[in-house]
């Protein structure tokens, strides 16, 4: 079965404080990865996506996300972040030729204003 | 429209009750898929659904009983529950079932509390 870590678990910040969520997937072969966020007592929204192409990838809200191949790796950056942000980060890897969703375990980030 | 509505929004039942929850969705997508989550846990897939029929189902025991109407529908049929299957219950849904990068879309959710 494939795996997916997220390696920050829970993540405090403060406003204005550059953000890199870490994720890392074990498949070798071809993947699509996504960065989901889960506001508090709303519905998981996708914030950006890769496919194929340029590996760096930018979403909605600032932020971005980079495919290393090589590490497989996609994590997460924004370079200010704002109280808003506070939210649940879940990252999701599919491989090319299957048909289901893994999920990393997610990363709670708190922003203090 | 890109919206997946689910009904209802909170669900108390019994362990003997028999409910029902509903998810809609008009994108046209051919995919659908129940999830289940608890707090601060990713969602956990139980069934998908490929073209109104079931092609995946993940050992989710068969007090949870899904059924796909038709392509916008998806009910997810509850009965004899047990108290550790509260959760919030997620549906979703995506253009095609394999690869290919299609997005999912999801729910609201029904926040069920099985008492």
């Known amino acids: 079965a494939q795996s997916v870590s997220q390696h920050n678990h829970h993540v405090i910040l403060s406003e204005a404080a550059s953000l890199e969520l870490g994720c890392n997937y074990s498949?070798?072969?071809?993947?699509?990865l996504f960065w989901y966020v889960q506001y508090p007592g709303q519905h998981l929204q996708l914030l950006l996506k890769?496919?194929?192409?340029?590996?760096l990838v930018k979403g909605i809200k600032g932020f971005e996300a980079e495919f290393i191949k090589s590490k497989f790796s996609f994590n997460l950056r924004k370079p200010s972040v704002q109280w808003s942000d506070t939210a649940e980060y879940f990252c999701?890897?599919?491989?090319?030729?299957?048909?289901?969703?893994?999920f990393g375990t997610g990363t709670s980030l708190t922003v203090i204003p | 429209d890109t919206e997946v509505t689910q009904t209802p929004k909170h669900l108390v039942m019994g362990m003997t009750n028999k409910k029902s929850l509903k998810c809609e969705q008009h994108m046209g997508h051919r995919a659908m898929y129940w999830y289940k989550q608890k707090a601060k846990k990713p969602p956990e897939l139980m069934f998908v659904y490929s073209y109104e029929k079931l092609s995946i189902n993940e050992s989710v025991p068969s007090r949870f009983s899904p059924e796909c109407p038709n392509s916008s529908l998806l009910n997810l049929h509850l009965h004899a529950l047990q108290p550790e299957d509260s959760a919030l219950y997620l549906c979703?849904?995506?253009?095609?079932?394999?690869?290919?990068?299609?997005?999912?879309?999801f729910g609201p959710g029904t926040r069920l509390t099985v008492t």
């Open positions: 498949y070798g072969g071809t993947v699509n």
């Open positions: 890769y496919f194929s192409g340029d590996p």
């Open positions: 979703a849904s995506s253009q095609q079932e394999t690869g290919g990068g299609y997005e999912q879309y």
């Open positions: 999701a890897v599919v491989p090319d030729t299957g048909n289901q969703f893994y």
